[in-house]
C-alpha cells in the first residue's frame, strides 16, 4: 500500500520537471549559437532588445501584440579592438512595422554593451568608409531608399539616405 503513494510522487516530480524546464530568453535568443559571448553576455542583450518568452517556453514573443519573433543574430569585431559587436535583425509586423524586422547593434563599453540602432531595417551592409575607427554602416528599409549611418565616437548616428532605385528617397 505505501508503494502507490510513492510511485505516484516520483511520477508527478519526473513529469513536472520536464514541462517546468523552460529555455531562458538569452537560450531562445542566441539558439545555443555564438560560442564567442558568455552567457552574461547574451544575457544582457536580450534584456535590452525587450522582448519575452512565451508562456510555454519554447519561443520568443514581442511584447506589444504577443506574436512570436525570430532572430538572426552576428558577433562581429566592427572596429577590430578584439572586442565582439553584436548585431541582430528580428521582429515582425507588430514590432517592426512593414519592414516585418528591426535592427540592433549593441556595442559594449566599460558599462556593458549599449543598444545602438533598435529601428526597423530590413539589413545591413557593413561599408569600406569608416569614420573614428568604425565602419559606415547602410541599413536597408522597405521600400527603394537605405540610409547610411556613422559612428560619432559614442554611438551610430544617421548621416544621409540614399536612393537604392531612382526617386526612392524623395519620391519623385
Known sequence: MKILPLIYAAAVMISSSFSAYAATGAELLFKGKIASLSTAEKEEIYKLIEVKVSSDGTKLIDRACENE??????????????????IVIGGNTCSSGATGSSIWLFVKNKGGYQTNLGFPAAGYEV??????????????????????????????QHLKNVPTSKGGCDGH
Do not use: H
Open 127 to 156: 561599408m569600406k568608409q569608416s569614420t573614428r575607427g568604425y565602419p559606415n554602416l547602410l541599413i536597408g528599409g522597405s521600400g527603394f531608399c537605405s540610409a547610411i549611418w556613422q559612428w560619432n565616437g559614442k554611438k551610430y
Open 69 to 86: 519573433v525570430d532572430f538572426d543574430i552576428q558577433v562581429k569585431d566592427l572596429n577590430d579592438d578584439k572586442i565582439p559587436e553584436v
